[in-house]
């Protein structure tokens, strides 16, 4: 036998014409058995990593699925070397091969490529192109540039050989897979003895934003990198939160940058939006926030019995009052359907006044008690008129009622005279 | 005699009475209500002069709003207005000539078409007539 | 002037025979002359029944996609159309209401003795287009109950043996209720029946005419009865009475309990809990729940089917089964069994209500 050192690593190989006949065999076999590869490209980093174990070869597969394999990108675009090369000096670094990069080289190999704008042209005239100064914003890159072994780099979020579009579902990064794969780091395991809290992505899930876009599917709903940037990922500064939220939520931000509100907090340093509503575990607003008192938002800054006191208490009566006109007025409306009356116009009126409470409780955000009590007051008006209709139904009903007992009255008249007849007529004949 | 003429007499007029009241509602019955058939397919929205050129209004139509806007060269345009999104109403701004919701931001073209924010689908377009002096709003065939 | 009409028409329409006898009909009085009434309070309320069902027609739509909606167009936005369509359904089960004490009545008399053998079977036809009438029209308004219903009651049509499947086809339009469903009850309920009814009512009509009024065994036996009323003006002016006192009860109803919309139905829904059919069928939907799933080796709802339909049928023969004079042993019996049959159907109805158990 003897041993050869080649394409399939030490083998043994039987000799002489019986090793002949074997080789050609085995040749045979092999080529009948390997996937048939385009016959112009012979990529040896394919064919060797495929046969060994395991670990070396799952980057085959992984790339295969990639969206760089679909690009028509091969190994040698990250890894150098030489594909035609069948022997192992396929991987001579005098051919330009590089090995596996260490940590901090990925960002540079990677924008290599991603940061040139011509090159990525090639392959979609509107491509993205990374900006390495974006990336320098953001707090995975300073903290790696301080020799962080553990922080996030390209690959800890996009992947290594399976990198795929954010656009397709079962990337790392499509939107909804976003939140996982942040928590991949962002958990308090990981992130253990670094300073700040680690919960971010267990607060998220529980929120509003967490519930819409992971249970509800609702893909507008904000993941980690909407508020917090994707390749410059950093918490927005204090004084641009209020920006970051009115990207989806812009009226009620526009409301805000006008208001008193945003200027004494921007002053004092409080996070705008995030200062009531919190930033990952946001959670449905109650009313019971506008006041100064325990489990309200506003007694953190505002004292009990100051004129913001008397505001948030007058604003809050319009609201409850609102509130329950609306039910009680909605329910006058399911009697008078109850009753086979017609009720649209008084639910076109209703659905107008539910309307009006979005926009008070939005219009809140003016803190300006006089604008907002008169929104408030704008959906009483409509309230109103959806319960007089709702009482002019009912009232009709009970016009009905009063209709049919006049012609009952009239029946039983009718019938009276009709038995007096009878009587009369079968009374004998002298008494008539 | 006498009452036998009397009490006939009065079997004639409360038999009148009563055929009045069973004839007069048969007949206001047989009289066409205002709407001539359910709004649900097919509603009068405006009158002809109500809105001025680049202006809206919402309008009840089977039990959920529509919105009737009069664009700036004249021309009437008729949707849903429920956001399909998470459900609000609508409205128009005249500033950026795009249908508004101002719950999350949404924005919708006049023909309805989804075009900035949340809102997943197009607005349902609804078919506008002329009739006279009325606007008249009807569901496309769905 | 109004009686020169009057004589013109006269003159033209030839109408002398008719009155003739109508002049000349008698109603025998005794102790329960107070049942000849019902048959007649059957015919007025059923000519109520056409009058409103004619006004509901100038406004209903038999789709799938506007029956629901034209209905509460009818009680929400046409003049009254809440009074006319309350009355209709109303006076439909005060009409099943009125037939069936009719017919029971004219059974434990014994009417149906030769020669009243046809009478009795044209009566238990327009019984059972009556019942027709009110499972067409029930399905009419589109509304979840109706709905649910209507697949209960074609449902059990089509566990009948052998024709079963072919009963459920034609009556559904199809496998399943759709809105073929409702267009095709509604042929049946303005077109096919009242066609049906037209003639046999005349025949019934005729034969009672011809026949005159039965008088009961009971009474045969006991000195007979004690005289006779014309028809005009004294029978006449009773029913009058009868009939005004019934329409008295219709505008009560129809302004005390109006008749609810409900919800538009939902094919693709679940059917929602507690559907049941209306009272009249109520009776034989008890039954049917009550019954153990298998008898012997038969589907319980198949014997059930099959007893209620024996059942039927004897009760449809009884002139034929019972003694010709209505008197004697097997009289009895046959007494026996209506009082029976009567107990039955309150019982079971009034069970039905009350949510009796069953499978």
């Known amino acids: ?432 | 005699m006498k009452r036998r003429r009397f009490l006939d007499w009065l079997i004639r007029i409360s038999g009148t009475v009563l055929g009045g009241f069973v004839l007069y509602p048969v007949v206001r019955y047989l009289v066409p209500p205002r709407i001539p058939e359910a709004a649900s397919r097919r509603v009068v929205a405006a009158k002809v002069d109500e809105l001025a050129p680049d202006s809206y209004k919402i309008f009840p139509f089977g039990g959920n709003p529509g919105i009737l806007i009069r664009t700036e060269d004249g021309e009437y345009r008729a949707l849903s207005a429920t956001c399909t999104h998470l459900d609000c109403t609508v409205q128009y701004r005249d500033d950026e000539n795009v249908i508004w919701c101002a719950c999350h931001d949404g924005k919708y073209s006049l023909d309805g078409k989804n075009i900035s924010g949340p809102p997943p689908r197009p607005l349902e377009p609804y078919a506008v007539h002329v009739q006279g002096d009325e606007i008249v709003v009807e569901k496309t065939k769905a | 002037m109004l009686v020169r009409l009057r004589d013109w028409i006269w003159e033209r329409l030839g109408l002398e025979p008719i009155v003739a006898i109508a002049g000349h009909k008698e109603v025998p009085l005794h102790r329960h002359t107070f049942w000849y009434y019902w048959g007649g309070m059957t015919l007025f309320l059923f000519g109520v029944q056409v009058a409103t069902g004619i006004l509901l027609l100038l406004y209903y739509r038999p789709s799938a996609d506007e029956a629901y909606e034209s209905v509460q167009f009818i009680m929400t936005q046409v003049s009254f159309g809440w009074l006319i369509r309350g009355i209709h359904s109303w006076s439909a089960n005060l009409m099943v209401g009125a037939a069936m004490v009719h017919m029971f009545s004219a059974f434990m008399m014994k009417a149906y003795r030769r020669p009243r053998e046809a009478t009795w079977l044209s009566g238990m036809v327009l019984l059972a287009l009556t019942l027709g009438f009110g499972f067409s029209g029930y399905l009419l308004p589109w509304n979840e109950l109706a709905f649910f219903a209507t697949k209960v009651g074609t449902d059990i049509a089509g566990a009948l043996p052998g024709i079963g499947h072919f009963m459920l086809v034609f009556l559904r339009g199809g496998e399943q209720i759709t809105g073929g469903t409702l267009t095709r009850f509604f042929g049946f309920h303005v077109a096919v029946l009242p066609a049906i009814t037209t003639v046999l009512l005349g025949l019934h009509l005729y034969l009672v005419q011809r026949h005159g009024m039965s008088v009961p065994p009971s009474v045969e036996d006991t000195g007979g009865p004690r005289g006779a009323m014309k028809f005009v003006p004294g029978f006449l002016l009773r029913d009058a009475v009868g009939w005004l006192a019934a329409l008295a009860v219709l505008a009560l109803l129809a302004a005390l309990f109006p008749w609810e919309l409900g919800q538009k139905a939902d094919p693709y829904a679940p059917a929602p809990a507690g559907i049941r059919p209306e009272w009249y069928f109520g009776w034989m939907f008890q039954t049917l729940r009550m019954l153990p799933a298998h008898v012997l080796f038969l589907e319980g709802e198949l014997v059930g089917i099959l007893g209620i339909g024996l059942a039927g049928l004897l009760w449809m023969v009884a002139p034929f089964l019972d003694s010709p004079d209505g008197r004697g042993g097997r009289a009895r019996l046959w007494t026996t069994f209506g009082w029976l049959a009567i107990v039955y159907i309150i019982v079971f109805t009034l069970l039905m209500y009350r949510g009796g158990g069953g499978h």
């Open chain 1, 1 to 432: 036998m003897a041993t050869v050192h080649g394409l399939h690593g030490r083998l043994r190989v039987p000799a002489g014409r019986r090793g002949a006949v074997v080789i050609l065999a085995a040749a045979l076999a092999g080529l009948l058995a390997a996937p048939p590869l385009p016959a112009a490209t012979k990529n040896s980093c394919v064919d060797c990593h495929r046969e060994l174990e395991p670990e070396m070869a799952r980057p085959i597969a992984e790339f295969g699925r990639s969206i760089h394999a679909a690009r028509g990108l091969e190994c040698t675009a990250c890894h150098g070397g030489d594909p035609t090369d069948e022997d192992i000096t396929a991987m001579d670094p005098d051919k330009g091969f590089k090995g596996r990069p260490s940590r901090d080289e990925i960002a540079a190999l990677c924008a290599s490529c991603h940061a040139d704008a011509a090159y990525m042209k090639r392959f979609n005239p509107k491509p993205y192109v990374f900006s390495i100064a974006e990336w320098k914003t953001s707090v995975h890159c300073k903290l790696e540039s301080e020799g962080d072994k553990k922080v996030a780099t390209c690959t800890g979020c996009h992947g290594v050989h399976d990198i795929r579009s954010p656009d397709d579902p079962t990337s790392r990064v499509y939107h909804r897979n976003v939140p996982e794969t942040c928590a991949a780091c962002h958990n308090p395991e990981y992130m253990k003895g670094r300073p700040g809290k680690a919960d971010q992505y267990e607060q998220y899930v529980g929120s509003v934003h967490g519930i819409a876009l992971l249970e509800k599917g609702d893909l507008s709903a904000p993941a980690c990198n909407d508020c917090h940037g994707n390749h410059g990922a950093a918490p927005p500064g204090v004084r641009n939160v209020a920006h970051v939220c009115g990207t989806c939520h812009g009226r009620v931000a526009e409301l805000f940058g006008a208001s008193r509100m945003k200027a004494a907090m921007d002053e004092a340093g409080m996070p705008g939006c995030v200062t009531c509503h919190g930033n990952h575990d946001i959670q449905p607003p109650s009313d019971d926030w506008i006041s100064t008192a325990e489990d309200g938002a506003c007694g953190d800054c505002h004292e009990p019995g100051s004129t913001a006191d008397r505001a948030t208490q007058s604003i809050i009566a319009a609201f409850r009052d609102l509130d329950r006109s609306i039910v009680t007025t909605d329910s006058l409306l399911q009697r008078a359907e109850v009753l086979g009356m017609a009720t649209e116009y008084g639910r076109g009126m209703l659905r107008e006044a539910s309307d009006q409470v979005i926009t008070a409780r939005a219009t809140l955000h003016s803190f300006d008690e006089e604008t907002i009590t008169a929104v408030a007051a704008d959906g009483q008006g409509l309230v109103d008129r959806a319960r007089d209709a709702a009482e002019g139904a009912l009232r009709d009903w009970r016009n009905r009622r009063v209709g049919m007992g006049v012609s009952v009255v009239v029946i039983l008249l009718l019938i009276a005279l009709l038995l007096a007849k009878i009587r009369s007529m079968e009374r004998p004949a002298t008494e008539h």
